[in-house]
């Protein structure tokens, strides 16, 4: 079969492998649409998780599942499925712990293009197909059902790392998808406000799912402009959904005591993390700073379609590149590491 791989840190290419073999637990599928991610970026031209050689990129797509194993009891060939990002082994000892992200090791439970080859291909493995793949609803196209992988899962994890409640004024640092989605879900939260950091049209994206007020991280330090906007309070919560290690500070500096910050952003690189020592309360103001993996699995890719499907939640307008056929992936994978102004996500359908 073909995929498209990561060759070495900085290379990306067509190459040639074998199919992968199905396990009695397992599924192997196809894709019927693929996302690229900012992740495949900081995986393929940052090396942020190291060297991987000739290692299947992707992690974000639909799928028909073509072969399950034996003790596979949900799933069957011909299914059409969403397929999550991040696929636990759901009986690991983490998982157990509530922790599934990191069943097997930190950030192990995110395996495609990272421990094992990804989704860019014309097969793929799922490791326990019933504990992770979800029938793809029939009310949504192969397009939006790529969303689901990981921008509803990651942006929606960004809102519930910072604990977002009714009435909370809430900060969003960054929005590209990912942060787009968690302005969605800080809306469905119930936030009274909702300051968005961002200076490009997407902005107008993140009006219709739920931003008030908008700060631009090129106007000067975000702190700055947030407390001038509220009084010198500052915000309840603030999600990372973008930048660097220096946004930690701001964050922080931007928070009220016992504030919360949910960090869903891949630090691509810098060794350390700075929390400014005034304003973290010298140690003593119950600022937490929360981040993690999105959680994977089944449960999970059933209820946020749910909301796709029931019409809560408009995944749409992320979609803003289209490509027909795995002819357009380089192109597409060029097109999210270039990020020209317009670009929110470029997906690649390979079926309707
Ligand atoms: P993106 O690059 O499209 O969006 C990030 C946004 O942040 C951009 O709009 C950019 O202009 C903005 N930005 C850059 N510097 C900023 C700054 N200093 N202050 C404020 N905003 C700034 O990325 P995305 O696809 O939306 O993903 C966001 C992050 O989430 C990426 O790092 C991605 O790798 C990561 N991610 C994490 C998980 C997870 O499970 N935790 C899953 C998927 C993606
Ligand atoms: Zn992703």
Redesign the pocket.
């Known amino acids: 079969m073909k995929g498209y791989a990561m060759l070495k840190i900085g290379q990306s290419g067509w190459i040639e492998k074998g199919r992968p073999a199905c396990g009695p637990l397992d599924a192997i599928c196809k894709p019927l649409a693929v996302a690229i991610?900012?992740?495949d970026i900081?995986t393929l031209w940052e090396g942020a998780i190291g060297e991987r050689h000739d290692m299947i990129l992707g992690h974000e797509c639909c799928a028909e599942v073509v072969e399950v194993g034996a003790d596979v009891k949900d799933f069957k060939p011909g299914d059409r499925v969403l397929v999550p990002?991040i696929t636990p082994d759901w009986n690991s000892l983490e998982a157990q712990a509530g922790y599934s992200m990191h069943s097997g090791g930190m950030l192990a439970g995110w395996k495609f293009s990272n421990f094992k080859d990804g989704v860019f291909s014309e097969f793929f493995h799922v490791n326990d197909a019933d504990g992770n793949l979800a029938l793809l609803p029939k009310n949504i196209n192969v397009v939006d059902a790529c969303m689901l992988s990981?921008m509803v899962p990651?942006g929606f994890?960004g809102v519930e790392l910072a604990d977002v409640q009714f009435g909370d004024t809430v900060l969003v640092?960054?929005?590209?998808?990912?942060?787009l989605m968690s302005v969605a879900g800080t809306n469905m939260r119930g936030a009274s406000r909702i300051i968005a950091?961002?200076?490009?049209p997407?902005c107008v994206e993140a009006k219709k799912y739920g931003a008030t007020d908008f700060v631009s991280?090129k106007n000067g330090p975000?702190f700055q402009q947030v407390l001038d906007m509220t009084d010198g309070k500052g915000v309840d919560k603030v999600v990372i959904?973008?930048?660097?290690v220096?946004?930690f500070a701001e964050a922080v500096k931007c928070l009220k005591p016992g504030g919360k910050i949910g960090n869903?952003?891949?630090l691509?690189s810098g060794d350390n993390i700075d929390i400014p020592r005034v304003e973290w309360g010298v140690g003593m103001g119950h600022k937490q700073i929360n981040g993690?993996?999105?959680p994977g699995g089944r449960l999970r890719m059933e209820k946020l379609g749910a909301l796709v499907s029931a019409g809560k939640l408009d995944v749409s307008p992320l979609s803003t590149h289209v490509f027909d056929g795995w002819d357009h992936l380089e192109e597409a994978l060029f097109l999210m590491r270039d990020?020209p102004k317009d670009l929110i996500k470029p997906v690649v359908k390979l079926a309707d």
């Open positions: 991610c900012t992740s900081h990002a990981d990651t994890h640092i960054g929005i590209g998808p990912v942060g950091v961002g200076t490009r997407v991280y975000i959904a973008g930048g660097g220096e946004t869903v952003n891949y691509g993690g993996l999105m990020k």
